[in-house]
């Protein structure tokens, strides 16, 4: 579905979440985490609680992963930079970018909208993503989850991004792929479009209301203007 709303302004510029909206990380977090549990001589956990669990930022991943298999919270600091270490050699060997995202952004470059990523991913990881896919260049600004005091669902990250972009939040639109994205957006006065294909904890986000839903970034109705 990607009716937009007859009355809805054309944006002035679009802040985009990466994992599960731009680019398909999953098979990183699985990789990583495996990793990170066999150093510590840890069980591992499933592809499937992995799917569910991501979303609001690492360290929170690292912590519901040493909780789902038993282990010490006491641990994490070690989990903690084991897993920073994983990732930086792994980053992007097992995602792949969504069918529909660079001819999605294409066309948002086309019409000239600034462009912000915004992500609870760290900063540094985020942006290496993006260079290592080919996406680095279609964005203005990169902001991560340890770049703000809070992370999304917090409307804090959303506001700050809107004022480097230099457009009012009504005039933003939000593109995400979870309640967490969501959640934000409304909080921060932004308008807001889903991706039907992402992650959200294992809940159907066509459930939850937006201005459109999308299987393709790449069919993203802009209201003339």
Known sequence: MNSIHSHQAAPQACILDLDGTLVDTLGDFVAVLGLVLSDLELPPVTRDFVEHTIGRGSEHLVRTTLAQVGADAALFDCAWALYQQHYAAVNGEHAAVYPGVVEGLEALRIRGLPLAVLTNKPAAPARELLRRKGLDGYFRHVFGGDDFARKKPDPLPLIKTCEALGT?????????????????????????????????????????????????????ALPAG
Request: net charge negative.
């Open 168 to 220: 009012p939040p009504a005039a933003t639109w939000m593109v995400g792929d979870s309640r967490n994205d969501a959640e934000a957006a409304r909080a921060a006065g932004c308008p807001l479009v889903l991706v039907t294909y992402g992650y959200n904890h294992g809940e159907d986000i066509r459930a939850v209301a937006a201005l459109q839903h999308l299987d393709r970034l790449d069919t993203l």
